[in-house]
């Protein structure tokens, strides 16, 4: 056989062997479009917990960006929502605005908005904070400590995601990507509605 003919045949079971092991797969897709978006985007589901679904309270602890700390021990007796993000992440931009008129609306009946910044260094995640106007804090998880620790109780799989925790400290509702403003809002009622 010529080096021609032999060229030719090992790229016709090249296109083969490579037409032969593409699916319909969003991830790698979203790879393969080389966009440079950097995270897994979410598809907006919901998932909500009835109260014999839930898990134990959550637990884990972080620094805050201003140097403060968190305790997840201390999350009892109030909602919580817990918003995982990045600077550079364009859902994260979009609901930024949503999640502050939220928090705003909430905090005089005592729920809390806590950011998890899973990327950013202090400089970048004050940066984005300046820029939405967030008035509420968010704690630095480059090391992945406090994503890991909630992986025990629902996993939050896409950046942006949003958590509501109960007044009992556990997960009551998962939205994975853009957190809708009204649907957060009634995730948050429904929460405040329990004993």
């Known amino acids: 056989m010529s080096r021609r003919s032999l060229l ?42 009835g109260a014999s679904e839930r898990k134990d309270p959550v637990q884990f602890a972080g620094t805050l960006f201003d140097g403060g700390k968190v305790d997840a021990a201390d999350f009892p007796g ?9 600077a550079a ?7 930024a605005p949503d999640l502050q008129a939220l928090y705003a609306d909430f905090k005089p009946q005592g729920v809390e908005f806590i950011g998890v910044n899973i990327r950013d260094e202090k400089a970048a995640a004050e940066a984005f904070e300046r820029n939405f106007k967030l008035s509420y804090p968010s704690m630095m998880d480059k090391d992945g ?15 942006p995601t949003t958590l509501v925790l109960d007044k009992k400290g ?26």
């Open 8 to 49: 030719a045949a090992g790229g016709a079971a090249l296109t083969v062997a490579l037409a032969a092991c593409t699916t319909n797969d969003p991830l790698a897709d979203q790879a393969n479009a080389g966009d440079n978006k950097n995270y897994i985007a979410g598809d907006g589901s919901v998932t909500e917990y």
């Open 89 to 95: 992440c364009a859902p994260c931009r979009l609901e």
């Open 170 to 195: 556990r997960v009551s509702a998962r939205i994975l990507g853009v957190a809708e403003k009204g649907t957060l809002k009634a995730l948050i009622t429904s929460a405040l509605a329990e004993n």
């Open 145 to 159: 400590g406090v994503l890991l620790a909630l992986t025990k109780y629902v996993p939050p799989s896409s950046v």
């Open 78 to 86: 109030q909602v919580t929502v817990l918003n995982f993000w990045y």
